[in-house]
């Protein structure tokens, strides 16, 4: 099982800071990674893809970088409706699908 | 675009079996994806539990296989979970989602048999474990 780590487990940052979030495999999953925000009592919702990719609709200030067993997600400048929880997620190692434990988005 | 909506009873009694239904509309279940079910115990974060192609292949969480069975109905444009022995610790928000197989960039077409991401989402539906 590939097993993704998250860090920082909580980042308090203020609007219009920037936020870089990090994903950690424990071996190699090439680009196959995606990132999701997920709101309080909301689903997940799609943000990056293939590591560096913008799911339709997402604003450019959401980037993925990186790839094999490091990648980050960088908020470029912070906007109040970007505080939530993100996840990263693989699927190099399908049919198992594993998630990491998520970094929480909070206002400071 | 795809939607899906989840559906079942939010309480289960300890030993039985939890049954959920997701409702695919504006689409057919018969489409090139992966529809799978994802869950989220309280305040923590997301498991993947498994998938159904429409063929009726399979792929289940190694930790759960043994209690899970998803299945398919093409008549109702429907896909089920079932996880028996539940336990307070299978308390959780469930979601059903899917994974395209098929995809188009702005220049080609591709297919990849194990499935892109989670997208589009069901809203969740919160079943508790409890006697």
């Known amino acids: 099982e590939i097993v993704l780590t998250q860090s920082p487990a909580t980042l308090s940052l203020s609007p219009g800071e920037r936020a870089t979030l990090s994903c950690r495999a424990s071996?190699?999953?090439?680009?196959?990674l995606a990132w999701y925000q997920q709101k309080p009592g909301q689903a997940p919702r799609l943000l990056i893809y293939?590591?560096?990719n913008r799911a339709t609709g997402i604003p450019a200030r959401f980037s993925g970088s990186g790839s094999g067993t490091d990648f980050t997600l960088t908020i470029s400048s912070l906007e109040p409706e970007d505080f939530a929880v993100y996840y990263c997620?693989?699927?190099?190692?399908?049919?198992?699908?594993?998630f990491g434990q998520g970094t929480r988005l909070e206002i400071k | 675009q795809v939607q899906l909506q989840e559906s079942g009873p939010g309480l289960v009694k300890p030993s039985g079996t939890l049954s959920l239904t997701c409702a695919v509309s504006?689409?057919?279940?018969?489409?090139?994806?992966?529809w799978s079910w994802v869950r989220q115990p309280p305040g923590k974060g997301l498991e993947w539990i498994g998938e159904?192609?429409?063929?009726?292949?399979?792929n289940y969480n190694p930790s759960l296989k043994s209690r899970v069975t998803i299945s398919v109905d093409k008549s109702k444009n429907q896909f089920s979970l079932k996880l028996s022995s539940v336990t307070a610790a299978d308390t959780a928000v469930y979601y059903c989602?899917?994974?395209?197989?098929?995809?188009?960039?702005?220049?080609?077409?591709?297919?990849?048999?194990?499935?892109?991401?989670?997208?589009?989402w069901g809203q969740g539906t919160l079943v508790t474990v409890s006697s």
């Open positions: 997620q693989q699927r190099s190692n399908w049919p198992l699908l594993t």
């Open positions: 293939d590591a560096s």
């Open positions: 504006g689409g057919s279940i018969s489409s090139s994806n992966w």
């Open positions: 989602a899917s994974r395209q197989v098929e995809y188009c960039s702005s220049t080609s077409c591709y297919t990849e048999d194990s499935g892109r991401w989670f997208d589009p």
């Open positions: 071996q190699s999953v090439s680009s196959y």
């Open positions: 159904i192609y429409h063929s009726g292949s399979t």
